[in-house]
T-cell receptor, first 115, second 112 residues
Framework: GAGVSQSPSNKVTEKGKDVELRCDPI?????LYWYRQSLGQGLEFLIY????????KSGLPSDRFSAERTGGSVSTLTIQRTQQEDSAVYLC?????????????FGPGTRLTVL | QKEVEQNSGPLSVPEGAIASLNCTYS??????FFWYRQYSGKSPELIMF????GDKEDGRFTAQLNKASQYVSLLIRDSQPSDSATYLC????????????FGTGTRLQVFP
């Protein structure tokens, strides 16, 4: 079946512009996660959705970052007034959360470059 | 102390050897453990997961879990150059089962 998809795959923007990153999870997966990975670094958790609710936004770096999920499916991560330090690969993962376990499946990521 | 610790490597092994990757975690109550492989420039790919003490085998991969000692390991038998990647350990901590806590990964290099 289809995996997690993300768009765009690459985004180059100018400092100060807003960007929207999209994630389409695996069909039927109730949980959705956003991570950020800077070059050569580990995964940085940003936000988690269960259905359309975001019980854990603890990883959002600043109030310039926001995310929403609609219809229990597609999610959008929005970064306002982008800064150069926002440059990273943004990864989305989804999980079926069946049996209480939490195996996560990642999309290919969006590489964001802020000039 | 980091919540999930891995040696960053690189771990270099010759082709055909067994590669052993280790991970320790801080939450004694953790219930589920995951290994991901990440090729350079790609996203993490789930290799296998383990919930019970002991060994779990899947092809050339074996995950080993020892909850009393709070470590989980991944063995790769008959290592191939195509196994060269960063391997991420992830743990579902009891205090927050909604999230996986990732280690920073071990870089494995398999040389011909």
């Amino acid at each position: 079946g289809a995996g997690v998809s993300q768009s765009p795959s690459n985004k180059v923007t100018e400092k100060g512009k807003d960007v929207e990153l999209r994630c389409d999870p695996i069909s039927g997966h109730t949980a959705l996660y956003w991570y950020r990975q800077s070059l050569g670094q580990g995964l940085e958790f940003l936000i988690y959705f269960q259905g359309n609710s975001a019980p854990d936004k603890s990883g959002l770096p600043s109030d310039r970052f926001s995310a929403e999920r609609t219809g229990g499916s597609v999610s959008t991560l929005t970064i306002q007034r982008t800064q150069q330090e926002d440059s990273a690969v943004y990864l989305c993962a989804s999980s079926p959360r069946t049996r209480g376990y939490n195996e996560q499946f990642f999309g290919p990521g969006t590489r964001l470059t802020v000039l | 102390q980091k919540e999930v610790e891995q040696n960053s490597g690189p771990l270099s092994v010759p082709e055909g050897a067994i590669a052993s990757l280790n991970c320790t975690y801080s939450d004694r109550g953790s219930q589920s453990f995951f290994w991901y492989r990440q090729y350079s420039g790609k996203s993490p790919e789930l290799i296998m997961f383990i919930y019970s003490n002991g060994d779990k085998e899947d092809g050339r991969f074996t995950a080993q879990l020892n909850k009393a000692s709070q470590y989980v390991s991944l063995l790769i038998r008959d290592s191939q150059p195509s196994d060269s990647a960063t391997y991420l350990c992830a743990v579902n901590f009891l205090y927050n089962t909604d999230k996986l806590i990732f280690g920073t990964g071990t870089r494995l290099q398999v040389f011909p």
